[in-house]
C-alpha cells in the first residue's frame, strides 16, 4: 500500500512573482525621471575632471604668458604682463578662479590675437559642426549598409572582408587616410580640390551675398547659385570620408554584432518556424532593434569626430575649431588652448547627455 499525504491549506501568501508586489505591479512610472536625472547630474563631475586635467596639464608648463611671449619680451615687460593676468598668485587661488570664470561663461582671452575664447568659439564652430556633419553622413550612409549586409552573409567571404576592412579603417590614422585620399583623388585622378573649404570666388560670393550662417552648404544653397553649392560639396567629399571613414568602422561591426544577436533571440526563433523568409527576418524582425545601440553610440562619437577634426582639418587646411586649435598651440597659446578644451568638454558633455535622452525614449529597456 501506498500512503498519501495532502496539504492543508495555509493562511501564508505566496511569494509575489517577479515584477510585482503583494499589492499588484510594481510601478515604473519615474524609471525615467531617475535616469534623466543621475545622467544630468554626471555632466558636471564629468567636466570638472576634464576642466582639471586640462589646468594641470597647462600650468605643468609654467605660466601662460611666459609660455606664449618668453623672449619676446623684456623681463620686467614680461613680469607686468604676468603679474596683471594673476599668474603670479598660488596655483590653488588660480584654479579656483578659473572654475568662477567657467562658471559665469568666461572661458578666458587668447594671449595671441587678444580674443575671446567664446568669439573663437562662434567663429571657428560652425566649420567644425559641418565637417561633423558631413562625416556622420558618411558613416551612417556607408557603415550601416554594410553591417547589415555582414550580418545577413554571416562567416562568409563578405562578412569577413568586411570586419577586416572596419578593423582597418579604424585603425588608420585620420590624418594619414587624408593624404592618402588627397593623393589619389586630387594629386593624380585631379577629380577634387586638395585643401580648404571652397574656391577663393565662391568664398567672396558667400561673403558678398551676407548669408552669415558660418556654414558653408546652407550659405551657398542660399544664394541660389548651383556651382556654389557645387563647389562646396567638392571640397568638402575627401574631409568627410577621411574621417566619416573611421565612424563607418564602429557602424559597421556595432550593426552587425547587434542584427546577429537580435536574429537569435526567441521572438525571431519563433517567426523562423513558421516559415518566414531570412530576408523579411532581416528586414522585419532584427533590422530596427538593432539600430537602437547606434543612438547610444553616436553620443561617444560626437567626442572621436571632434577629436579627429584636429587632424583633418589641419590635413585639408579646413578653418574650424581643430585647424585654430592647432595655431594657438604652435604658438603656445596656452589660455587659448585650455579655454578651447574646456569649451569642447561642455560641448561633448551635453551633446552625450541628449543622446541618453533620446536613447532612453527608444529603448526604455536602458533606463534601468
Request: avoid cysteine; charged fraction near 15%.
Amino acid at each position: 500500500m501506498t500512503s498519501t499525504t495532502t496539504s492543508e491549506p495555509t493562511d501564508v501568501d505566496p511569494a509575489p512573482l517577479p515584477g510585482t508586489t503583494k499589492t499588484g505591479p510594481r510601478k515604473s512610472g519615474g524609471g525615467l525621471g531617475r535616469y534623466l536625472l543621475v545622467r544630468f547630474l554626471l555632466i558636471f563631475p564629468t567636466i570638472l575632471i576634464l576642466v582639471t586635467t586640462v589646468f594641470v596639464m597647462m600650468r605643468a608648463t609654467g605660466d601662460p604668458i611666459t609660455a606664449a611671449l618668453g623672449g619676446r619680451l623684456p623681463p620686467d615687460q614680461l613680469a607686468e604682463r604676468i603679474h596683471s593676468a594673476g599668474y603670479d598668485r598660488p596655483v590653488l587661488v588660480q584654479y579656483l578662479d578659473y572654475l568662477g570664470s567657467i562658471l559665469r561663461g568666461d572661458f578666458g582671452t587668447t594671449i595671441s590675437d587678444h580674443r575671446p575664447v567664446t568669439e573663437v568659439l562662434l567663429t571657428y564652430g560652425t566649420a567644425t559642426l559641418e565637417l561633423a556633419a558631413y562625416a556622420l553622413v558618411v558613416a551612417f550612409l556607408v557603415g550601416i549598409p554594410l553591417g547589415r549586409i555582414a550580418a545577413a552573409r554571416r562567416d562568409r567571404g563578405v562578412d569577413a572582408t568586411l570586419r577586416i576592412s572596419a578593423v582597418v579603417v579604424y585603425a588608420t590614422p585620420v590624418f594619414f587616410a587624408g593624404i592618402l585620399l588627397k593623393l589619389v583623388f586630387s594629386v593624380w585622378l585631379d577629380w577634387l580640390p586638395v585643401a580648404g573649404r571652397a574656391t577663393t570666388g565662391t568664398e567672396i560670393q558667400l561673403q558678398r551675398h551676407g548669408a552669415g550662417t558660418g556654414i558653408y552648404l546652407i550659405d551657398a544653397i542660399s544664394t541660389g547659385d548651383p556651382a556654389a553649392v557645387q563647389d562646396v560639396l567638392e571640397h568638402a567629399i575627401l574631409p568627410a570620408l577621411a574621417l566619416g571613414l573611421l565612424t563607418a568602422g564602429v557602424f559597421l561591426r556595432l550593426v552587425r554584432t547587434n542584427v546577429i544577436g537580435t536574429l537569435s533571440t526567441g521572438y525571431v526563433e519563433a517567426a523562423r518556424s513558421r516559415g518566414v523568409h531570412e530576408r523579411r527576418l532581416l528586414r522585419k524582425h532584427a533590422w530596427r532593434p538593432a539600430l537602437v545601440p547606434i543612438i547610444t553610440v553616436i553620443g561617444l562619437q560626437i567626442a572621436m569626430l571632434l577629436a579627429g577634426a584636429v587632424l583633418t582639418e589641419t590635413t585639408f587646411e579646413w578653418k574650424g575649431l581643430g585647424f585654430q586649435l592647432v595655431q594657438y598651440l604652435l604658438a603656445r597659446d596656452f589660455v587659448a588652448v585650455q579655454g578651447l578644451v574646456a569649451l569642447l568638454a561642455v560641448i561633448v558633455a551635453v551633446t552625450n547627455f541628449l543622446v541618453d535622452v533620446v536613447a532612453a525614449l527608444v529603448d526604455p529597456r536602458i533606463r534601468y
